[in-house]
């Protein structure tokens, strides 16, 4: 059976009350129809913070399941400041907190995420950062042209 198609109501996992009062609060029938929200639509949902995500994220990978990526849709780039170089490490405080994707670098390791709903989200599922902010971040190159691409 493809585990999209497993209805909640059938799994047998432990959970919190919390995660299961946020499922069925929202109305989710299947484990594709909880899937198919991303880390920010589900940590605006009431009663949700990031202890729920990382439990929701373990009980969809038992499964093999992810949370769909935010940046499903149009990447938004962002706009490097005028005395700013754009590839270059800087200070977290002048980070841009509109949601715009960027690199960011943290003590053991380089990610790319955004900030949404008060905390950074790593662009590979299932990846939130609770006790660790990054220290640096950059600007996400511009993808190349394609040479059949109109300007």
């Known amino acids: 059976m493809n585990p999209f198609d497993i209805l909640f109501e059938d799994i047998d996992i432990e959970m919190s009350t919390r995660l299961m009062n946020c499922i069925e609060g929202e109305?989710?029938?299947?484990?594709?129809?909880?899937?198919?929200?991303?880390?920010?639509?589900?940590?605006?949902?009431?009663?949700?913070?990031?202890?729920?995500?990382?439990?929701?994220?373990w009980l969809l990978a038992e499964f093999g399941l992810s949370l769909r990526p935010h940046n499903w849709g149009k990447i938004k780039y962002a706009e490097p400041k005028q005395n700013v170089v754009p590839m270059q490490w800087q200070d977290m405080k002048t980070a841009p907190l509109d949601g715009t994707r960027v690199i960011l670098f943290y003590a053991?390791?380089?990610?790319?995420?955004?900030?949404?709903?008060?905390?950074?989200?790593?662009?590979?599922?299932?990846?939130?950062?609770?006790?660790?902010?990054?220290?640096?971040?950059?600007?996400?190159?511009?993808?190349?042209?394609?040479?059949?691409?109109?300007?």
Do not use: Y
């Open 27 to 57: 109305n989710m029938v299947t484990l594709g129809d909880i899937a198919n929200r991303t880390q920010a639509e589900w940590l605006r949902c009431p009663n949700f913070g990031r202890k729920t995500l990382i439990e929701l994220e």
């Open 108 to 151: 053991d390791d380089v990610r790319t995420g955004c900030f949404c709903q008060g905390f950074w989200l790593m662009d590979q599922p299932g990846e939130v950062r609770i006790s660790e902010e990054p220290s640096h971040w950059m600007h996400l190159p511009r993808p190349p042209k394609v040479a059949n691409e109109a300007p």
